[in-house]
Every structure is written in structure tokens, then in C-alpha cells.
T-cell receptor, first 111, second 113 residues
Framework: DGGITQSPKYLFRKEGQNVTLSCEQNLNHDAMYWYRQDPGQGLRLIYYSQIVNDFQKGDIAEGYSVSREKKESFPLTVTSAQKNPTAFYLC??????????FGSGTRLTVV | QKEVEQDPGPLSVPEGAIVSLNCTYSNSAFQYFMWYRQYSRKGPELLMYTYSSGNKEDGRFTAQVDKSSKYISLFIRDSQPSDSATYLCAMSSASGGSYIPTFGRGTSLIVHP
């Protein structure tokens, strides 16, 4: 079945550590996105990529980095510069239509 | 003022009730309107997608867009406990060839038996 796979489902980060969240899609979608979801704040766009080897900052890119070396993959690194990384992270993709397909999310907690 | 306003709720209704969920927006360039359903600890799933004004029906769900009032609604008929979730509205324009939507904060719906 086509879809988006995010891993891991739960991730724990120590202070000062970089962690990478995986996002893979087999929908043949060109565009991929990373969102952060905090209680009561809705979805906030971190980074997006509309084509391989190109990506743009969203509204809250500071402390995050991404790469898009393959169409299917769009990993997100949460760096030590992100001071408040505890959140639910969602990856999404879109094709020629205007609706998104979301992954099941990664819950990141600082320990 | 946020671009998209959505009451976070929670909205609690008895099983079988008609539910009305709403969003208002300020950007008149929005042309594409979506509703997503998100169960706890899961990613959102697209429920309804509408272009411009008008109504769209899919089973128990009806989406309405009133561009003159900058107001969109999602109606759920014969609500079921399985409809208990957070409902997010989203809308976008074709600005610069990008259709990146702006999301509302989501409304938490609880349907009790």
C-alpha cells in the first residue's frame, strides 16, 4: 500500500544531542513537508521540499536541518540549537492535487 | 489576528447528533479548503477537499465554503463515538505555484454514547 512511513515512533534526546527523524514515501509525490505540532498551537511548518535537491525554510526552521537527496526520502535533523524540541513531528507529502498525505508522526522528548 | 481561526473546543455531543465545525479566515486569496481528521497520537487524514465556494457531500460529511463571509464549515450527521477526534481545517492559495496550506489549530470533538 502507498503511504508515508515515519520512524521512530518515539524518540528521546539528551541535552546537546542531534537526532534525525526519518520520513519515507512511496506515493511518487514530488513535494514533502515537515511540521511540528504542539498542544493548542496547531501545525507549524518547519521545512518543505518541492523537488529533489531543493528545500525551503518554513515558519520555524531555526534549530532544524533537512536534506532531499532522493524523491522518496526527506529526513529531519533536530540540532542542539533547537532549545525546545519536545513535540510531535509530522511528515507529509503531496502530488498534483492539493491535499496532503501525512505520516503517523514521531514524538520527540528531551530527557 | 491569525490567518485562520478555529475554536479548539472541546465540543461534546451525544451519539446521533449533528455536529457543526467551523473556521474563519482573513486571506481572500484562499481558494482551496480542506478538512483533516486527527485521532490521538496519529497523523491527520484528509476528510474533505473543496475548491472555491459551495458544498460538497461525502457520506455523513458535508463541507461548506462561503467565500463572501470567509467562513467554512464541516457538518457531521448521525455522529458516532468513532468520530471523536480533532478536526483541522486548512486552506491554501496558488500563490507562486505553491499550495502550502495554512492550518487552523483544530477542534477537539467528543461524541459520547
Amino acid at each position: 500500500d502507498g503511504g508515508i512511513t515515519q520512524s521512530p515512533k518515539y524518540l528521546f534526546r539528551k541535552e546537546g544531542q542531534n537526532v534525525t527523524l526519518s520520513c519515507e514515501q512511496n506515493l511518487n509525490h514530488d513535494a514533502m513537508y515537515w511540521y511540528r505540532q504542539d498542544p493548542g498551537q496547531g501545525l507549524r511548518l518547519i521545512y518543505y521540499s518541492q523537488i529533489v535537491n531543493d528545500f525551503q525554510k518554513g515558519d520555524i526552521a531555526e534549530g532544524y536541518s533537512v536534506s532531499r537527496e532522493k524523491k522518496e526520502s526527506f529526513p529531519l535533523t533536530v540540532t542542539s540549537a533547537q532549545k525546545n524540541p519536545t513535540a510531535f513531528y509530522l511528515c507529509a507529502s503531496s502530488g498534483s492535487g492539493y491535499g496532503y498525505t501525512f505520516g503517523s508522526g514521531t514524538r520527540l522528548t528531551v530527557v | 489576528q491569525k490567518e485562520v481561526e478555529q475554536d479548539p473546543g472541546p465540543l461534546s455531543v451525544p451519539e446521533g447528533a449533528i455536529v457543526s465545525l467551523n473556521c474563519t479566515y482573513s486571506n481572500s486569496a484562499f481558494q482551496y479548503f480542506m478538512w483533516y481528521r486527527q485521532y490521538s497520537r496519529k497523523g491527520p487524514e484528509l476528510l474533505m477537499y473543496t475548491y472555491s465556494s459551495g458544498n460538497k457531500e461525502d457520506g455523513r460529511f458535508t463541507a461548506q465554503v462561503d467565500k463572501s463571509s470567509k467562513y467554512i464549515s464541516l457538518f457531521i450527521r448521525d455522529s458516532q463515538p468513532s468520530d471523536s477526534a480533532t478536526y483541522l481545517c486548512a486552506m491554501s492559495s496558488a500563490s507562486g505555484g505553491s499550495y502550502i496550506p495554512t492550518f487552523g489549530r483544530g477542534t477537539s470533538l467528543i461524541v459520547h454514547p
